[in-house]
């Protein structure tokens, strides 16, 4: 039974390393939504002076010591958002990260089949069912 759940496991892992490969790379479900500021290059040089190093999530207009209405107030008069934020010196895409990903695929896939295993699912639709609702799940 152990085999079966660690070979489930990378193969499962594998597959969903494949698929995200083709859908971020092949498809544009990668892209989808997001879209790119034109002419950023004032707000990236605004970006660095104001947060520097300081990488994190941060979001606008920022509450501060402002009570409910008066932030309703700041909405309603700014313009609001998220803002995912890295300091100069990254790079696109590494080996590493990569790696990371596959691992955390493969990790993913072992803990599923496990609890798929752990579940006593009379047919193969049920438990592939509960597969595709975890995967769905697990991709958002």
Same mark, same amino acid.
């Given at each position: 039974?152990?085999?079966?759940?660690?070979?489930?496991?990378?193969?499962?892992?594998?597959?969903?390393?494949?698929?995200?490969?083709?859908?971020?790379?092949?498809?544009?479900?990668?892209?989808?939504?997001?879209?790119?500021?034109?002419?950023?290059?004032?707000?990236?040089?605004?970006?660095?002076?104001?947060?520097?190093?300081?990488?994190?999530?941060?979001?606008?207009?920022?509450?501060?010591?402002?009570? +409910?209405?008066?932030?309703?107030?700041?909405?309603?008069?700014?313009?609001?958002?998220?803002?995912?934020?890295?300091?100069?010196?990254?790079?696109? +895409?590494?080996?590493?990260?990569?790696?990371?990903?596959?691992?955390?695929?493969?990790?993913?896939?072992?803990?599923?089949?496990?609890?798929?295993?752990?579940?006593?699912?009379?047919?193969?639709?049920?438990?592939?069912?509960?597969?595709?609702?975890?995967?769905?799940?697990?991709?958002?």
């Amino acid at each position: 039974m152990t085999k079966r759940i660690v070979l489930a496991g990378v193969l499962g892992g594998v597959a969903m390393f494949i698929w995200s490969s083709i859908a971020h790379i092949a498809l544009p479900l990668g892209r989808s939504g997001i879209r790119e500021i034109p002419d950023d290059r004032a707000l990236l040089g605004v970006l660095h002076s104001t947060l520097g190093e300081s990488s994190g999530l941060y979001f606008y207009p920022g509450f501060g010591s402002s009570d +409910m209405k008066q932030y309703d107030q700041k909405l309603a008069a700014n313009p609001s958002g998220l803002l995912i934020y890295h300091p100069p010196g990254g790079k696109a +895409m590494t080996p590493s990260q990569l790696i990371t990903e596959f691992l955390t695929e493969i990790i993913e896939a072992l803990l599923l089949a496990w609890l798929m295993a752990q579940m006593r699912f009379e047919s193969f639709a049920k438990r592939l069912g509960l597969a595709l609702v975890i995967g769905i799940i697990a991709a958002m």
